[in-house]
C-alpha cells in the first residue's frame, strides 16, 4: 500500500513543532507500506521558508516533497490564505505525478489543502481520507477571527462538501465527533484517532541541567514552561500577568520556547514591563525537546478562553506528560478529562492569572506533588496515548480504503 498525505506543516523530527503525522506514517513503514508526503517549504511556527526544506528527502523511510507556498509571516488573514491557496494549488498537481498511490490523506487545518487531496483523489479513482485536526471553520467564527456572512457560507460548505466526499473521516480528539455527526456524516465513517506522543522518545533520565544553565535558570529556581505555537489563539498574554504576580518571588521563571506571529509582540511587551523572571527560547527540534522538558519543573498549557477549544487535544500536553511533567492546564474540555483523570496536573480557567499563578506556587511550596503528579501523567500517557499503539488502527482504516479504492 502506499499513501499520500498533503500537509503543509509537515514536520520531521530535526524541526519544530507536531510530529504526529511523521510517527504514525513511520510506523506504516516499519508494516511494509510506502509513504509519501507532499509538505510546504515554510516553518508553520514563522510562516517564513525554512532552509532544511529547499530539497526533497527521506525522513525515517517516510518520502517528503516540497511545493512551493507564498511564504509570509503577515498576521492579516486575506494574506494568509493566499499563502494557504498557493500551497493548495502547488501540492494538488504534485500529487498528481506521484507514482502507483492507493490512498490520498488530507489534513485539515488549513481546509484547502485537504481540498487538493480530495480533487487529486477524484481524478485518479483512489480513495480519499480526511483528517480532522480541528473543527474549521467553526474555531475562527468562535473566535470572531472569521465574521463575513459570504466567507463564512463558502467555509461551511467547503467543510461539508469534504466530510461528506471522504470515504473515512479520522479525527485526533473524540471532542470532534459530534460536530461531525451533526454536519450527515455517517458515525461508522469516523475514525478517532487520538492526539498523543513517542513516549520512548522520551527517556525517563535526560539532565535538564545544562540547558538551564545555557539560559541563565538556577538549579533551584523553579521552572515554568510553555512550548509550541506563540499565536494570538494560544493567550501567552496571561503569562506575562502570571510574571508580573511573581515579580517578587525570586526563584520561578516562566520559560516560552517557540516562535509565531505574536513572539515579538510578546518579547516587547515582557521588556516595556521589565519582566526578568520572563525567558524566550527560540523555537527548538522535536528531537531536542526531551532535552528541553526535562529542564522544566511544570508545564503551561494556554488557549484564549474560546468555547470550541473545550474538544481540541493539543500536542503539547501529551509531550509534557511523556517527559513526566504536571501541567497547569489552562484549557476545558476533553483534554482537561485526561489531565484529571492521569491526576497528572491541575485544572485553571482559560485565562485565570490568578489560578495559574496560584498553581505555580502551589507547585513550587511542594515539590513532592509536582514529583507525584509528573509520573501519574507519564504513565497514563504510557497506557493510553502511545503513538506506537495507535498507528495499528490507522493502518487498518487505510489498507481497507485502498483495498476497495473509490467507492
Given amino acids: 500500500m502506499h499513501v499520500l498525505l498533503i500537509h503543509q506543516g509537515f514536520v520531521a ?10 510517527e504514525l506514517m513511520r510506523e506504516l513503514v516499519k508494516r511494509g507500506h510506502a509513504a509519501t508526503v507532499i509538505a510546504g517549504p515554510t ?9 532544511s526544506r529547499r530539497k526533497n528527502r527521506v525522513v ?3 518520502s517528503v516533497m516540497y511545493a ?62 480526511l483528517e480532522v ?16 456572512p459570504l466567507l463564512i457560507g463558502l467555509a461551511r460548505w467547503l467543510e461539508r462538501r469534504l466530510c461528506l466526499g471522504a470515504e473515512c473521516v479520522v479525527v485526533n480528539s473524540p471532542g470532534f465527533v459530534d460536530h461531525l455527526r451533526s454536519l450527515g456524516v455517517p458515525p461508522q465513517r469516523i475514525v478517532l484517532v487520538p492526539n498523543g506522543v513517542d513516549v520512548g522518545a522520551f527517556p525517563d533520565d535526560v539532565n535538564g541541567v545544562p540547558l538551564r544553565r545555557e539560559w541563565g535558570i538556577g538549579e533551584d529556581a523553579l521552572v515554568a ?3 509550541g505555537a506563540h499565536g494570538l489563539m494560544n493567550d501567552l498574554g496571561v503569562l506575562l500577568n502570571v510574571a508580573e504576580q511573581l515579580r517578587a518571588v525570586p526563584d520561578v521563571r516562566i520559560v516560552l520556547v517557540g516562535d509565531g506571529r505574536e513572539k515579538a509582540s510578546l518579547i516587547a511587551q515582557a521588556s516595556k514591563r521589565a519582566l526578568s523572571n520572563v525567558v524566550f527560547v527560540p523555537p527548538q527540534p522535536k528531537s531536542r525537546m526531551p532535552e528541553v522538558l526535562a529542564a522544566a519543573d511544570v508545564c503551561v498549557a494556554t488557549l484564549r478562553p474560546v468555547p470550541m477549544f473545550r474538544t481540541v487535544y493539543p500536542n503539547k500536553v501529551f509531550d509534557y506528560m511523556a517527559a513526566g511533567r504536571p501541567t497547569v492546564l489552562a484549557i476545558d474540555g476533553v483534554i482537561r478529562e485526561v489531565i484529571e483523570r492521569a491526576s497528572g496536573g491541575v485544572y485553571v480557567q482559560p485565562g485565570d492569572t490568578q489560578g495559574i499563578t496560584r498553581a505555580l506556587l502551589g507547585y513550587r511550596n511542594d515539590p513532592e506533588m509536582g514529583r507525584r503528579h509528573g509520573e501519574n501523567a507519564r504513565a497514563y500517557v504510557t497506557e493510553h496515548f502511545d503513538r506506537a499503539k495507535e498507528a495499528p488502527k490507522l493502518e487498518a482504516v487505510l489498507r481497507d480504503l485502498a483495498s476497495r479504492g473509490r467507492r
Fill in 60 to 62: 525515517d523511510g517516510v
Fill in 43 to 51: 516553518s508553520y511556527l514563522s510562516g517564513v521558508a525554512d532552509g
Fill in 133 to 148: 485536526r480541528d473543527l474549521w471553520p467553526a474555531f475562527l467564527i468562535d473566535a470572531g477571527l472569521l465574521r463575513n
Fill in 225 to 227: 514552561m510553555y512550548t
Fill in 68 to 129: 512551493w507556498v507564498l511564504a509570509t509571516r503577515s498576521r492579516n488573514v486575506l494574506v494568509r490564505t493566499l499563502g494557504f491557496l498557493s500551497f493548495t494549488v502547488s501540492s494538488f498537481f504534485a500529487a498528481l505525478g506521484v507514482r502507483r498511490v492507493d490512498v490520498l490523506w488530507g489534513t485539515s487545518p488549513p481546509i484547502f489543502q485537504a481540498a487538493a487531496a480530495y480533487i487529486a483523489a477524484r481524478l485518479r479513482g483512489k480513495s480519499f481520507c
Fill in 13 to 22: 523530527r530535526d524541526e519544530a513543532g507536531g510530529t504526529r503525522h511523521l
